[in-house]
């Protein structure tokens, strides 16, 4: 079964910075791709990037291009999210979410979210 | 860069159907059949309910189905159950620059 198991709740402030994990089982992580999706407290749903890690391929948005870094580590099977320098507008649940095979958009599978909030 | 439009709200009665549209431009939905459809009941985690235009994932009911003319997808949900009020949400891919879009969402209310 495949599943994705994201990191928990992060209380953080403005300037921080923070880097936010989802572990993959169930499947062979590399071989898939994997991205990450924002969403804002009563808000739609946003496409932030993807990256393909078995040669670290990494899309993204460009609303988020340079504003955060995806990464993965293959050895543990876990993709990352980072920000540098974190703003209040960044409080938001961010869900990482793998394609379906031979997919080229869908995500057919998600991790259970991590909010992360961030004080000014 | 602009989300794909979607009506804010739709509504039906149980047994009822309903149809959300997606309008994007020549740029995302009338240049690719990659568009997916997701349900996201209050709380819960976003399902992929339609892929490529018209494919359901398998355990996806076929009351779901979708469509694609232009610019503009659509998802229809035929027979509408009470546990199908969720929040609706149509992507589609723009190119390897911009990967995928979403739009804005539309919330289904079933009366």
């Known amino acids: 079964e495949v599943q994705l198991a994201q990191s928990g709740a992060e209380v953080k402030k403005a300037g921080e910075s923070l880097k936010i994990s989802c572990k993959g089982s169930g499947y062979n992580f590399t071989n898939y791709w994997l991205g990450w999706v924002r969403q804002k407290p009563g808000k739609g749903l946003e496409w932030m990037g993807i990256m393909y890690p078995a040669d670290s391929d990494a899309r993204y948005s460009p609303s988020f291009q340079g504003q955060v870094t995806i990464s993965t580590d293959n050895s543990i099977s876990t993709a990352y999210l980072q920000w540098n320098s974190l703003q209040a507008s960044d409080t938001a649940t961010y869900y990482c979410?793998?394609?379906?095979?031979?997919?080229?958009?869908?995500?057919?599978?998600w991790g259970q979210g991590t909010l992360v909030t961030v004080s000014s | 860069q602009s989300a794909l439009t979607q009506p804010p709200s739709a509504s039906g009665s149980p047994g009822q159907s309903v149809t959300i549209s997606c309008t994007g431009t020549s740029s995302d939905i009338g240049s690719y059949n990659y568009v997916s459809w997701y349900q996201q009941r209050p709380g819960k985690v976003p399902n992929l309910l339609i892929y490529d235009v018209i494919k359901r994932p398998s355990g996806v009911p076929d009351r779901f189905s979708g469509s694609k003319s232009g610019n503009t997808a659509s998802l229809t949900v035929a027979g509408l159950h009470l546990e199908d009020e969720a929040d609706y949400y149509c992507s589609s891919y723009a190119g390897s620059d911009k990967g995928e879009i979403f739009g804005g969402g539309t919330k289904l209310t079933v009366l």
């Open positions: 979410a793998r394609l379906r095979e031979m997919a080229t958009i869908g995500f057919g599978y």
